[in-house]
């Protein structure tokens, strides 16, 4: 079992920077693969990037592509999500979450976080 916190989420305005945290506890971060996903109001949530448990390899959707970047830190149990020149259209509920396997596949995650808020006004 693991439980999943994410912070550092804010209000910033367009073309800005915000970096996102997921604390991990309960379980050693470095068994997991670790995915960031967004909702934004109205809209189904989307997966956002991912970091596989095994090699660290990375996986970015293409709206995210050269803007934000996926890391983790397994001694401080902590994955990041660094998003430069924010967008309105960034503006969502991230979540971060963790999956058991050692690829990423957003289409299932074993844990989840309660959400940070992103806004970002033009």
């Known amino acids: 079992q693991v439980q999943l916190v994410e912070s550092g989420g804010g209000l910033v305005q367009s073309g800005g920077s915000l970096r996102l945290s997921c604390k991990a506890t309960?379980?050693?971060?470095?068994?997991?693969?670790m995915a960031w996903f967004r909702q934004a109001p109205g809209k189904e949530r989307e997966g956002v990037a991912c970091?596989?448990?095994?090699?660290?390899?990375?996986d970015y959707k293409d709206f995210v592509k050269g803007r934000f970047t996926i890391s983790r830190d397994n001694a401080k149990n902590t994955v990041y999500l660094q998003m430069n020149n924010l967008q309105p259209e960034d503006t969502a509920d991230y979540y971060c979450?963790?999956?058991?396997?050692?690829?990423?596949?957003?289409?299932?995650?074993?844990?989840w976080g309660q959400g940070t808020q992103v806004t970002v006004s033009s």
């Open positions: 979450a963790a999956d058991s396997r050692q690829w990423c596949d957003y289409a299932y995650q074993d844990y």
């Open positions: 309960g379980s050693p971060l470095e068994r997991y693969t």
């Open positions: 970091i596989s448990s095994n090699y660290g390899s990375t």
